[in-house]
């Protein structure tokens, strides 16, 4: 179908697994490290020894109701671990530990910016508590099992089937993660699998009052893959409809070579899972002090940080929501700000000049070459007319190359810009004497030939000469 969302409207929940920055495993003191040989990272409880019982990690616990608190929940004193049975090889007590019918955050929110400025509020179902699973690699001769990541603690995020967009998926995820990052719960590292999603998706005829049935897309590792494993669904689905068919319920995963989903499993159901409570441990209790103590200590949040950059840099609500997507860049940009005098300007650079380039280059604001100073006196240098703003980007190439400061490269390659009035009459005259038919053009009424006089002078000093300045002279030299 060419253009499926003229007819349906899409429906999106989002399934988030963060794995918590903790030392020791969820129900163990294993050690919870990436990057180990297969199978050192384990003890008995990992590995499900006949006698082996779960205990549970506080530090897991007080992650997770930072996390509740972080999201607006409503964190319940008492919740439940379940247990949820599947055969597996990765998973050598026949079950993962999980919360199900109780778990220890319910509702709370996620609210973030899209491109046109707009502000979404997405409501959560819940929070629960989790153990990973371990891994299967499937070669020629067998299954290998590597059981590191078993009893990683894991909190899953699961929101109400409230976006209509993949852009919305995409800015939802972004700003959990973000959110996640900045209260140090999880490091957010999508390539390790630490911050892994699962979306939802149905369509349905806008104005319909019923949900469509439900794809479920599994573990996608980029927020662009899930942006476009969610259009792919989209128009598969529309296509399905139109064809008469019917959208089945099932799993599917994205293959990023293809550019498409493909089945991986029909949907299992609750009931498949045999849910029932952990008789090992006991119910979970979260005190109201506990509860009290982690908001008294919670740093300053995106939302919170957006609304004073809006206020304090008079920023829009889109550029306020990139500049705080990590607290890295939200203190490089106030540094910039704050060093230059000119938070506009320092917006514009760090937004539209360093994350491109860093963009371009896959880096993160951790390893920009331009440091905020730097890039402040490069700012300063600006607004004190010392370089115009086209040299400006020249310098700033410069910089981003070598991580020199502005100043050496202004004094190096005789970047100065150039405003001594008779220096630049000189070259204005010169200029005129050499264009008689534009000067006679321009007489005759075509005033916009200033245009080319003042290019010409620009051209002449490489770029060099104060533009204003530059204008006014040519004025009063073909006027007078
Ligand atoms: P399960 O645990 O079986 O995956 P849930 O009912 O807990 O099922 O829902 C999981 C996710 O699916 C939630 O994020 C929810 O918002 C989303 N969801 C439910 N129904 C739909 C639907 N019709 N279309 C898109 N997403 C949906
Ligand atoms: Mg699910």
């Not at 019982?53 to 530090?59: G, S």
Request: net charge negative.
């Amino acid at each position: 179908m060419k253009n499926p969302l003229e007819k349906y409207e899409v429906v999106i929940g989002l399934e988030v697994h963060a794995q918590l920055l903790t030392k020791s495993k969820m129900f163990s003191e294993a050690p919870n490290q990436f990057g180990a040989n297969p199978n050192e990272m384990i003890g008995p409880v990992c590995s499900g020894q006949p006698g082996s019982l779960p205990i549970i990690n506080q530090t897991a616990i007080d992650l997770g109701v930072r996390a509740g608190v972080a999201l607006h929940c409503k964190i319940h004193e008492e919740s439940v671990f379940a247990r949820k049975h599947y055969f597996y090889p990765d998973l050598p007590k026949g079950y993962q530990i999980s919360q199900y019918e109780r778990p220890y955050c319910t509702g709370g929110y996620v609210e973030f910016a899209l491109k046109d400025g707009s502000v979404r509020k997405i409501n959560l179902v819940r929070i629960h508590f989790e153990e990973d699973a371990g891994k299967s690699t499937h070669a020629s001769h067998g299954t290998l099992v590597d059981l590191n990541r078993a009893g990683v603690p894991l909190i899953e995020i699961v929101s109400e089937p409230e976006m209509r967009s993949s852009e919305e998926a995409g800015q939802y995820l972004r700003k959990l993660r973000s959110i996640l990052r900045y209260a140090n719960i999880c490091d957010g590292n999508m390539e390790q699998g630490n911050f892994r999603c699962d979306a939802n998706v149905s369509i349905r005829l806008h104005g319909a009052k019923e949900f469509g049935t439900r794809v479920e897309l599994k573990n996608i590792n980029s927020f662009r893959y899930v942006e476009k494993a969610i259009d792919y669904e989209v128009s598969r689905q529309a296509d399905a409809l139109e064809q008469g068919e019917k959208i089945r319920q099932e799993t599917r995963g994205w293959n990023a070579v293809k550019g498409v989903t493909e089945i991986m499993r029909e949907k299992e159901m609750a009931h498949d899972y045999r849910y029932f409570p952990d008789p090992d441990l006991p119910p979970l209790v979260i005190s109201p002090q506990l509860i009290q103590k982690i908001t008294t200590e919670m740093p300053e949040l995106p939302d919170a940080k957006r609304i004073r950059f809006i206020e304090e840099y008079q920023l829009s609500e889109y550029n306020a929501d990139v500049l705080t997507n990590s607290q890295e860049l939200a203190d490089f940009y106030e540094r910039v700000a704050k060093g230059s005098g000119n938070a506009k300007s320092a917006a514009n650079w760090v937004m539209n000049e360093l994350l491109g380039r860093l963009n371009a280059v896959g880096k993160e604001i951790d390893d920009t070459p331009v440091s905020a100073e730097n890039l402040a006196l490069l700012v300063k240098n600006v607004d004190s007319d010392k370089i115009s703003g086209k040299i400006a980007k020249t310098v700033f190439d410069e910089m981003f190359a070598s991580g020199k400061s502005p100043d050496a490269i202004i004094a190096e390659k005789g970047l100065v810009q150039i405003s001594d009035p008779a220096a630049l009459e000189a070259v204005v005259k010169k200029i005129i004497e050499a264009s008689p038919s534009e000067v006679a053009g321009y007489k005759s009424g075509k005033t916009k030939l200033l245009g080319f006089f003042v290019g010409q002078v620009m051209k002449e000093t490489k770029g060099q000469a104060n533009p204003g300045l530059v204008n006014d002279l040519v004025k009063k030299h073909l006027d007078g």
